[in-house]
C-alpha cells in the first residue's frame, strides 16, 4: 500500500476550509449541473438505459467472480500478441517495473495520458527519483502538474482553477502573454507539448478496458494525446489495474454506450482506441514494445466480500461525483485522495486503509444519487454503511470512539425499556423549560446549546425543533385512540398556532 | 522472476479472497433491489414549474443521414462526392479553405488519384509515407476510413488495412474518404465488422481507432476548445460510385427540403 | 382494513401532530387504527453510524412486536424508517430464520403514501389547504422506495392547494442522520441550496413525507427568517381547511 495524502484523514477541516472557497463553489456548482445536465440527455438517447445498466454489472459481475481465469487468458492472448505483461502486487512493484523498463532503455523525455492509477501509486514521484520527470500530456493534468497540485475530481482535474489561475500559470511557465482566452491558452499548451511529443522515448498510459478474448486495451480520451502518446514514441507502457478486464470483445460495445454519456454527457469521446499487441510488420506504424502493468494493490482483496467486491465495478466515469450533494459543495481535495467522492469515499479506506481515510465513509448524507447514476450500479450507500460498520467495531486500527459507542448502547437500552424512554423524556422537557427553551420552534438558549457537542453543531446555523410538551403516545391515551372526531386535524392556521 | 512470482501472488489472493466471499454471496444475491421511480408505472400529474426534459430532435432514419447528422454535431464537415471527379474536387475545396500549403496522404489505395489531382490544382505539396517528423509540418493529412458509424458520426480505421496511424492524427486538418457502402448502424455491428475477414484474422489490428469529430478539451473553466493534440478540423468525404441512386439522392435531398413535398 | 401505526420516534417526541393527522387521514379514508404503545424506534440512528449491534436489538423488537399483530399493514408517516424495515434482513446474515421474519414483517410494512396509493388505491383523502405548496423529495422514499408520483399525487387531489415543482425537488436536504451534526457546515451548505430553490419558488409550505428532512429544512428556513412553513404530508392530508 502506498501511504495517501495525511488529509484523507482531516475531511471536516478540508470541507470547512472548502466552503469558504466562494470561487471554488461557484465552478463547482457550474461544473456539476452541467454534468448533470448532459448526463441526463445523453442518458435520454438510449432507449432502455437501465437494462443497459444491468447488462454492464452483470458482466463486471461474471468477471469480478473468475477474475483470475479472465486475467490469464488476457495474458496470454496480449503477449500471443507481441505486448509484455508485467504483474505488480502493490504500487511500489508497479513503480518499480515501470522505472525498470524506463531506465533499461535510457528514456529520457516521457510522455504521459492520464491515468488515475498511476496518480494512486504516486508513479511520477517514483520516476523523479530517477531523473526522469513523465510530462502530463490531457490538458487537465499537464495544468495541475505546472501548478504542482493534485487532481479535484475523475474527469476534470484542474475544474478548481479559473482562467484567470490558468492564465497567469501558463504566462509564468511557458513565457506567454497572459491571456484568458481559452483557444489561446488551449494552442499554448498543444504547441508546448507537441515539442516533447516529438522527442519522447517512451509512453505511459493508463488503460480503460482490457479485453481478455483479444488481449487488446481500450484507451478512451477526447484531446489526442493519449493517441501520440501511445503511438510516437518507441515503448508504450499501458498501467491496468487488475479489475479493468472485461471477457470479450462485443462487451466493449455496452461500457462505450455507458461510459461517455455518464462522465460528460458525450455519445462517445473524440477517440478510442483499441490496442492489441505491437505493429505486426517491421514497417508499421507505432511502437517497438509495448508492456502492460497489470497492478493488484489492494484490489484483490476487495473481492472477499459481496458489499466490497462491487467496487471493482467502477468504470471511472464521474457521474457520481457530479450527482453528490457533499462533492458538489467542498469538490475533490476535501477527500484528501487521489479519488474522491462517493466512490473515492468507498475505494480509497479500502486501497489505502481504513485507518487512513475512517472519516470518509461518513462524509455522506446517504441520499443514493451517487447510485442512481452510476452506469454499473455499484450500491455505494451499501458500502459506506459497511465501511462505518468496521469503523465503529474498531477494525484495522481505526480509533474506536467510546463515547458514541457507549451514547448508542445506551440509546438501543433506552429504546428497549418503553417505559423509561417516556420517564427521560419527561426529564427532558423539565430540562427543557428550565434552560428557558421555548415551546416554539425556535433557537434553544445558549447555555442550553452549549451542553452537548451535537447540539451546538445543529444550533450554529439551524433552529431546533425542541421536544414536544405532550408526545403522541400521550395524546393517543388521552384520547386520539377513540371516536375519529376528537382528533382536531390541523387548520393551515391551527397549524400555525401548534407551532406558535 | 519477479513478475512470475508476482503473477502468483495476485492470482493465489484473487482465489483466496473469491474463496472467502463464498459463503456471503448467497445471502447476497437475496437482497431486494431498491425500486426505481420510473419503473411503478404511475404518470406524474401536471405541475406548475416542472421542467420537461427537451426531447432529441427526430433523427434521420437512413443511416448515410444519420451519420450526417451527428457528425456535424460534432463540429465534423460532412461532404458526398459521387465518383473521382466530385472526389477530388471535393479534396481540392477543403485544402483551400483550410489555407494548406503542405499535406500528406495514407498508403490507402482509394486516394489514388484523386488526391494527388487535388494537391496539383490547389499548389499543395503531397507527401506520400511520410514520416511522423515530416508530418508534424503538414497542413493536411489525407485517408480513408474502412467504417463509420452512423449513430454517432463515428470513423473506424483499422491499422492492418491502411497506414493512416500518423496522417490521422499530426496535422491540424484530416481529411477522411469513406465508402457510403462501409457506413454501420451501430457501434456494436461496427465492432463485428473488424473481426471479419481473412480466416486468419481473428486477431485485431494493432490499433483500431474510433474517431468522432475533431480533438476537443473542456478542462479549462468547462469552456469547450476544440483542437488540442490531435486534428482541430475532420472532414468526412463520403464517396459513392459516379452513378447516382434514388436512395442516396433522398438523403443529399433530406438536408434541402423541397417545398413542393408532402412530408 | 386494520392497520398498525408506527409513528416514528422522531413523530412521537417532536412532531405529534403528524401522528395525529396521520391517524385522522387513516380514520378518513376507512382504516381502524392501533397504536401499539410498546414501540419505540426502528434503529435507523445506530444502524447508519455503524453500529449494528444496537441495531439488530431494535430490529428484532420491531419483528417480535409486529410479527403476529393482526392488522394487514403497518402504516410509517416516514420515508426513512420504511426503508429501515426493509432492510432489517441485512442485519441477520447468519441467520436465515430472522431474515424470513424480516422480510414478512416488511412485506406489511408501509410507507403512508405508498400505503394509501397502493394498498388502498385512494388519491383523494378529502383534504383542503389553500396555499402553494412545494413537495420536497426525501431520499430514502425516493431512491429506496421508488416513491415520486405517489405523494404528488395525493397532493394534487388536495382541494385549494397549487402544487409547485422545485428546481431541486429530487436534491438531498443534507440531514443525513448523524451527518448533519458531524459535518454541519457542509450540512448547512446543502440545505442553503434547497432553501435557495424554496424561495425562489414563492410557496408558502414546503411538504415532506420524512419528518427529519423537515426537521432540517424547516430548521434553516426559520434561521434564515423565512415565513415559510414545514409541513408534513400527513398534516396537509389531514387538514380541512
Redesign the interface.
Known amino acids: 500500500m502506498t501511504a495517501p495524502a495525511q488529509t484523507s484523514r482531516t475531511f471536516d477541516r478540508n470541507a470547512r476550509r472548502a466552503l469558504e472557497d466562494t470561487q471554488l463553489r461557484g465552478a463547482l456548482r457550474h461544473a456539476t449541473d452541467l454534468f448533470g445536465e448532459r448526463r441526463r440527455a445523453a442518458v435520454g438517447t438510449v432507449t432502455d438505459w437501465e437494462g443497459l445498466r444491468t447488462q454492464a454489472r452483470a458482466i463486471k459481475d461474471e468477471t469480478l467472480s473468475r477474475l483470475d481465469t479472465y486475467l490469464e487468458e488476457f495474458v496470454a492472448r496480449a503477449e500471443e500478441a507481441g505486448a509484455r505483461v508485467h504483474w505488480a502486487r502493490d504500487g511500489q512493484e508497479a513503480c518499480s517495473v515501470i522505472a525498470g523498463i524506463a531506465r533499461d532503455r535510457g528514456a529520457r523525455t516521457v510522455v504521459k495520458s492520464k491515468s488515475m492509477a498511476s496518480e494512486e501509486i504516486h508513479l511520477n514521484a517514483a520516476l523523479a527519483e530517477l531523473d526522469i520527470e513523465p510530462i502530463e500530456t490531457d490538458l487537465g493534468e499537464y495544468i495541475i502538474q505546472l501548478a504542482g497540485e493534485t487532481p479535484s475530481h475523475i474527469v476534470v482535474p484542474a475544474i478548481h482553477k479559473t482562467k484567470r489561475q490558468i492564465a497567469e500559470l501558463f504566462a509564468e511557465k511557458l513565457g506567454i502573454p497572459p491571456s484568458e482566452d481559452v483557444a489561446t491558452l488551449t494552442e499554448a499548451a498543444r504547441t508546448a507539448l507537441r515539442r516533447r511529443f516529438a522527442q519522447a522515448d517512451l509512453g505511459i498510459s493508463g488503460v480503460n478496458f482490457g479485453v481478455a478474448e483479444t488481449g487488446t486495451i481500450l484507451i478512451l480520451e477526447n484531446e489526442g494525446n493519449a493517441r501520440l502518446t501511445t503511438s510516437l514514441p518507441r515503448v508504450h507502457v499501458a498501467l491496468m489495474g487488475i479489475e479493468k478486464v472485461i471477457p470479450r470483445f462485443e462487451d466493449l460495445d455496452v461500457f462505450l454506450k455507458l461510459l461517455p454519456r455518464s462522465g460528460t454527457g458525450q455519445l462517445l469521446t473524440a477517440y478510442q482506441s483499441l490496442i492489441t499487441g505491437t505493429r505486426r510488420a517491421e514497417g508499421d506504424e507505432g511502437p517497438d514494445e509495448l508492456h502492460i502493468v497489470l497492478m493488484d494493490n489492494g484490489r484483490s482483496r476487495m473481492l472477499a466480500h459481496p458489499t466490497t467486491r462491487q467496487s471493482l465495478a467502477c468504470i471511472r466515469c464521474g457521474a457520481c461525483l457530479n450527482a453528490c450533494p457533499v462533492y458538489q459543495q467542498v469538490g475533490g481535495h476535501a477527500y484528501g485522495s487521489v479519488y474522491p467522492g462517493p466512490i473515492g469515499a468507498v475505494i480509497s479506506p479500502q486501497l489505502f486503509g481504513l485507518d487512513s481515510a475512517s472519516q470518509l465513509p461518513y462524509a455522506s448524507s446517504l441520499c443514493g444519487a451517487c447510485r442512481e447514476v452510476c452506469p454499473v450500479k455499484i450500491d455505494i450507500p451499501e458500502l459506506l454503511l459497511h465501511l462505518r460498520s468496521k469503523v465503529a467495531e474498531g477494525e484495522s486500527g481505526t480509533e474506536a470512539k467510546p463515547l458514541e459507542r457507549l451514547s448508542f448502547t445506551a440509546y438501543a437500552a433506552l429504546m428497549q425499556r418503553p417505559r423509561l424512554l417516556a420517564w427521560a423524556t419527561r426529564a427532558g422537557r423539565m430540562a427543557q423549560r428550565a434552560l428557558g427553551v421555548g415551546e416554539r420552534l425556535g433557537k434553544p438558549n445558549a447555555v442550553a446549546a452549549r451542553l452537548a457537542p451535537p447540539m451546538t453543531a445543529w444550533t450554529a446555523e439551524r433552529d431546533l425543533r425542541p421536544l414536544s410538551p405532550r408526545s403522541f403516545r400521550e395524546l393517543w391515551r388521552e384520547g386520539v385512540r377513540d371516536a375519529p372526531d376528537r382528533a382536531e386535524p390541523p387548520r393551515a392556521t391551527a397549524a400555525k398556532d401548534a407551532e406558535g | 522472476m ?3 512470482e ?2 502468483r ?3 493465489s ?3 483466496r ?2 474463496a ?2 463464498a459463503p ?2 448467497v ?6 433491489e ?7 408505472g ?4 401536471v ?5 420537461e ?4 430532435p427526430a433523427l434521420p432514419r437512413e443511416p448515410l443521414a444519420r451519420f450526417r447528422s ?1 457528425l456535424e454535431a ?1 463540429a465534423g464537415t460532412f461532404t458526398l462526392a459521387r465518383g473521382d471527379v466530385e472526389l477530388s474536387a471535393a479534396i481540392e475545396r477543403i485544402l483551400a479553405a483550410t489555407g494548406a500549403r503542405r499535406a500528406a496522404a495514407s498508403d490507402s489505395p482509394g486516394l489514388g488519384g484523386a488526391g494527388q489531382d487535388a494537391c496539383a490544382r490547389a499548389g499543395v505539396e503531397l507527401l506520400v509515407d511520410a514520416s ?2 515530416e508530418l ?1 509540418d503538414c497542413d493536411v493529412g489525407i485517408s480513408a476510413a474502412q467504417w463509420g458509424i452512423a ?2 458520426g ?1 470513423l473506424v480505421l483499422e ?2 488495412r491502411e ?1 493512416h ?2 496522417v490521422s ?1 499530426l496535422p491540424r486538418v484530416h481529411v477522411a474518404l469513406l465508402s457510403a457502402d462501409r457506413i454501420c448502424e ?3 455491428e461496427a ?2 465488422n473488424t ?1 471479419e475477414g481473412a480466416a486468419s484474422e481473428t ?21 469547450l ?1 476544440i ?5 482541430q478540423e475532420l472532414h468526412v468525404i463520403v464517396t459513392e460510385p459516379a452513378e447516382a441512386t434514388t436512395v442516396t439522392s433522398a438523403a443529399s435531398a433530406a438536408e434541402t427540403p423541397d417545398p413542393g413535398r408532402t412530408p | 382494513m386494520r392497520v398498525a401505526l408506527f409513528v416514528t420516534c422522531l413523530v412521537d417526541q417532536l412532531w405529534p401532530s403528524v401522528g395525529t393527522s396521520t391517524v385522522e387521514v387513516l380514520r378518513r379514508v376507512g382504516c381502524s387504527v392501533d397504536f401499539d404503545d410498546r414501540q419505540t424506534c426502528c434503529g435507523q440512528p445506530a444502524f447508519n453510524t455503524g453500529y449494528r449491534d444496537p441495531a439488530r436489538a431494535l430490529a428484532r423488537r420491531f419483528i417480535e412486536m409486529y410479527e403476529d399483530d393482526p392488522a394487514e399493514a403497518i402504516v410509517v408517516p416516514s420515508g426513512s424508517c420504511t426503508a429501515m424495515v426493509h432492510h432489517y434482513e441485512d442485519l441477520f446474515e447468519d441467520s436465515p430464520e430472522w431474515r424470513a421474519r424480516a422480510r414478512e414483517v416488511a412485506e406489511r410494512t408501509h410507507e403512508l403514501s405508498a400505503f394509501l396509493i397502493h394498498v388502498l388505491g385512494v388519491e383523494d383523502v378529502g383534504a383542503s389547504f389553500s396555499g402553494r405548496v412545494a413537495w420536497h423529495d426525501a431520499c430514502h422514499s425516493l431512491r429506496e422506495l421508488g416513491l415520486k408520483s405517489e405523494p404528488r399525487r395525493l397532493l394534487s387531489k388536495v382541494k385549494g392547494a397549487e402544487l409547485v415543482e422545485l428546481a431541486n425537488a429530487e436534491a438531498c436536504c443534507g440531514f443525513g442522520g448523524t451527518f448533519s451534526v458531524k459535518y454541519p457546515e457542509v450540512s448547512v451548505a446543502i440545505v442553503d441550496h434547497k432553501v435557495d430553490a424554496i424561495e425562489q419558488a414563492r410557496v408558502d409550505a414546503v411538504v415532506s413525507a420524512d419528518a427529519s428532512c423537515l426537521m432540517q429544512i424547516g430548521g434553516r428556513l426559520s434561521r434564515r427568517g423565512s415565513t415559510v412553513r414545514a409541513l408534513h404530508l400527513a398534516e396537509v392530508l389531514a387538514s380541512t381547511a
Not at chain 2, 404511475?42 to 400529474?45: A, Q, V
Open positions: 519477479a513478475t512470475d508476482a503473477r501472488s495476485i492470482l489472493a484473487i482465489r479472497n473469491l472467502e466471499s456471503h454471496d445471502v447476497h444475491a437475496q437482497r431486494h431498491p425500486p426505481n421511480p420510473s419503473q411503478r404511475i404518470p406524474l400529474p405541475l406548475t414549474g416542472a421542467s426534459t427537451a426531447a432529441e451527428r460534432v511522423p517528423a508534424f449513430e454517432t463515428t491499422s492492418r497506414r496511424r500518423f492524427l451501430t457501434l456494436g465492432l463485428r473481426r486477431v485485431p489490428s494493432a490499433v483500431i481507432t474510433l474517431v468522432t469529430g475533431p480533438s476537443r478539451t473542456s478542462d479549462i473553466e468547462l469552456t476548445a483542437g488540442v493534440h490531435g486534428p
